[in-house]
């Protein structure tokens, strides 16, 4: 069975910097390589929406309110996921999220971050971000 963990969440002054971090189990190290990961990220009365995704090819994508600030990247040896938050804002506070797509097989491989929650079947139980202005 496969369970994501996200750490590194907490409360921060605007401006301010955290790194989150996404520990996936369950997942086969190969299987892992090819598929893609992605934070989400839901405010109170909001949709969930995608911050950063990155595929098999550490290729990013990025939401438009967090380009030039947050940096997505992968561990692949440790089967982890981070995002490298900088110049926060008061309007980053939400819940954040992991996610993974599906184990693909040997001849398949994820190689565009879909921006979308359907693409994505394994979730973390979220950490929750504060930015204080």
């Known amino acids: 069975q496969v369970h994501l963990v996200e750490s590194g969440g907490g409360s921060v002054e605007a401006g301010g910097s955290l790194r989150l971090s996404c520990v996936v189990s369950?997942?086969?190290?190969?299987?892992?390589?090819?598929?893609?990961m992605a934070w989400f990220r839901q405010a109170p009365g909001k949709e969930r929406e995608m911050v950063a995704g990155?595929?098999?090819?550490?290729?990013?994508k990025y939401g438009d309110s967090v380009k030039g600030r947050f940096t997505i990247s992968r561990e692949n040896a440790k089967t982890t996921l981070y995002l490298e938050m900088s110049r926060m804002r008061s309007n980053d506070t939400a819940a954040y999220y992991c996610?993974?797509?599906?184990?693909?097989?040997?001849?398949?491989?994820?190689?565009?971050?879909?921006?979308?929650?359907?693409?994505?079947?394994?979730w973390g139980q979220g950490t929750q971000v504060t930015v204080s202005s």
């Open positions: 990155i595929d098999s090819w550490h290729r990013t």
């Open positions: 996610a993974a797509t599906p184990p693909r097989p040997s001849y398949a491989t994820c190689t565009s971050p879909a921006d979308y929650t359907g693409a994505y079947e394994h």
């Open positions: 369950g997942y086969p190290v190969d299987s892992f390589t090819r598929n893609c």
